[in-house]
């Protein structure tokens, strides 16, 4: 097989995977002694990009492997074609992935100390539920806190190859210099603030009546209303009927003019 040929048949291998592949199950998808060497796949690779220069398109080598995609011009005019709004991305979210990355393995307590807020449980679920993070081990002390790790799959969402390629920060806190570099939609500091408090209704029984404890609060609560003083009420009422009656004109007077 010649390098043409294996041009086509990665190009066509790629596209019909729909996923990155490395070297190695590339390799595995040729024929026997057909199979070309690994540094002749890469240089296939190297080729076809060549070729895809200004086209919009290009092989891009992640974690997990070699992918097609788009270039991240290209797709930014063809926002059209998804239907769906790229994901948003809270602060406190961004954050807290930025610490895991640059900094595991890192705790949750190692976070929140760097942050100096608690990291809601709610980022911590969705970061995992993205398999962006997973636990890596446990912290040998007291308790046994978790400590996160980044995966494969946040390397090839964000289109690196391994770690070190992350971009450099002068400042952990410099966040949005990092959102801006890795191409990411603008934060939405409204994400994951917890909704308002509903007061609790007081538990009723079947039969109608209100249990025992509740009962005994009502009847404190009802102990502890004020009853008004009868006494500061008349005389309230005396000076009402004394201003009523000082607001009338004097008939003599009214006579008189």
Do not use: C
Not at 190 to 205: R, S, T
């Amino acid at each position: 097989m010649d390098q043409k040929e294996v041009q086509h048949f990665i190009e066509a291998a790629l596209l019909a995977a729909g996923r990155p592949m490395n070297a190695d199950h590339l390799q595995n998808l040729f024929d026997g002694r057909s199979a070309p060497k690994k540094q002749e796949i890469r240089k296939a690779i190297d080729t076809l990009n060549e070729e895809y220069a200004g086209r919009g398109i290009v092989i891009s080598e992640v974690a997990s492997g070699f992918r097609i995609q788009v270039t991240a011009a290209m797709s930014d005019r063809l926002q059209k074609l998804w239907e769906e709004r790229p994901p948003r991305y809270s602060r406190a979210l961004f954050e807290t992935l930025a610490l895991v990355a640059y900094r595991q393995p890192i705790t949750r307590g190692e976070i929140e100390e760097v942050r100096g807020v608690s990291v809601s449980s709610n980022i911590v679920r969705t970061l995992m539920e993205r398999d962006w993070v997973r636990v890596v081990g446990h912290r040998d002390v007291p308790g046994r806190p978790a400590m996160f790790g980044t995966t494969k799959s946040f390397l090839d969402y964000f289109g690196l190859k391994k770690l070190d390629d992350l971009p450099e920060l002068a400042d952990l806190s410099d966040w949005e210099s990092l959102r801006v570099q890795l191409n990411l939609p603008e934060v939405d500091d409204d994400m994951f603030n917890p909704p308002p408090e509903i007061p609790e209704i007081p538990a009723i029984l079947a039969d109608g009546e209100e249990d025992d404890e509740q009962q005994s609060a009502n009847d404190a609560s009802a102990d502890n209303v004020d009853i008004p003083d009868l006494a500061s009420s008349e005389a309230d009422d005396a000076k009402a009927d004394e201003l009523v009656v000082s607001e009338w004109p004097d008939p003599q007077e009214s006579s008189q003019g």
